[in-house]
């Protein structure tokens, strides 16, 4: 009885030492790349037209499959500013177009990479298990984008833009803590704190929410995006968020805000989350981007 009550003790020490270094551990290098790994680029023009001309863009990815994205650029010759616009898992590349007519006629290049994820979609236990590895695949691969518009003379490389929505902001603030290459983050109905995202949209009973709120903000910890607020200035930071929003409650997203330094700006909208058939407050939203971007461009 004693030592079955001894191995329960020591189990719960360890279980709690493992928590508590989960929680307070350095993830940053967990998200390291190998630069000179060959990027083996492949541009196939996808649209000519007098201003503009858009690319599929299809890169290798450290693991050796393709990165698949798209890349619309003016076709003035002069370094353009780039925007990198991630959304959400099912649009993927597809982001792009969301802002990419009225950023060309600003002069701003518009890239956008679909998320290589391949697991499965239909049992929640495999999908939550999955993402975790295609999570960090996502930063690795954006990273290797770096790398690429690193190689183009056609990109502005002091005026590099990270644009994340919903599931997309969880990569700006990994990507702006391990890679100085990126000079504005915009995040999008995007917040901190995921133990309290679980428990908002939980469909179970206040204990089991509990459980999964811990459990996920172990598993999940290297992509809190509260580690890595403090990394952010004195890099611009813009965040456009919803009072209503019960998918990333307002108040992560304020959390998120308060941890970053100047200079930053936040909007508020009076409505819940954002949807892909919203195609009124998808407009407002990149309205709201791109002034900004104006205003910061030309201080």
Same mark, same amino acid.
């Given at each position: 009885m004693k030592k079955a009550l001894w191995i329960l003790m020591s189990a719960g020490v360890a279980a709690v030492l493992l928590v508590v270094v989960s929680l307070y551990r350095d993830y940053t290098a967990w998200f390291d790349h190998d630069s000179a790994q060959p990027l083996d680029s492949r541009v196939r023009i996808l649209e000519e037209a007098e201003t503009y001309r858009k690319y599929e863009v299809r890169l290798r990815s450290l693991a050796g499959a393709d990165i698949v994205s798209l890349l619309?650029?003016?076709?003035?010759?002069?370094?353009?500013?780039?925007?990198?616009?991630?959304?959400?898992?099912?649009?993927?590349?597809?982001?792009?177009?969301?802002?990419?007519?009225?950023?060309?006629?600003?002069?701003?290049?518009?890239?956008?990479?679909?998320y290589r994820y391949t697991g499965s979609v239909d049992n929640p236990v495999l999908l939550y298990l999955q993402t975790r590895g295609a999570m960090r695949d996502a930063v690795i691969d954006l990273r290797r984008v770096l790398d690429y518009f690193q190689t183009r003379e056609d990109i502005d490389q002091d005026r590099l833009v990270m644009v994340g929505?919903?599931?997309?902001?969880?990569?700006?603030? @990994?990507?702006?803590?391990? %890679?100085?290459? *990126?000079?504005?983050l915009v995040l999008i109905y995007g917040g901190g704190n995921l133990a309290e995202v679980v428990r908002a949209n939980s469909p179970v009973n206040p204990v089991l929410t509990e459980i999964m709120a811990g459990i996920s903000s172990v598993f999940y910890a290297p992509f809190e995006p509260l580690r890595y607020a403090g990394r952010i200035s004195p890099r611009p930071l813009l965040m456009i968020h919803g009072t209503g929003d019960n998918w990333v409650p307002a108040r992560c997203a304020r959390e998120f805000?308060?941890?970053?330094?100047?200079?930053?700006?936040?909007?508020?909208?009076?409505?819940?989350?954002?949807?892909?058939?919203?195609?009124?407050? @998808?407009?407002?939203?990149? %309205?709201?981007? *791109?002034?900004w971007l104006v205003r910061q461009f030309s201080k």
């Open positions: 619309s650029i003016p076709s003035t010759v002069e370094p353009h500013p780039l925007i990198m616009l991630q959304g959400g898992y099912h649009r993927g590349k597809d982001a792009l177009n969301l802002i990419g007519d009225d950023a060309l006629r600003l002069g701003y290049a518009v890239f956008s990479m679909d929505v919903s599931l997309g902001a969880l990569f700006g603030p @990994i990507l702006m803590a391990v %890679d100085d290459r *990126l000079d504005y805000y308060d941890k970053v330094g100047d200079p930053k700006e936040i909007i508020w909208h009076d409505r819940g989350h954002i949807r892909s058939y919203d195609t009124e407050e @998808i407009e407002r939203l990149g %309205d709201e981007c *791109l002034a």
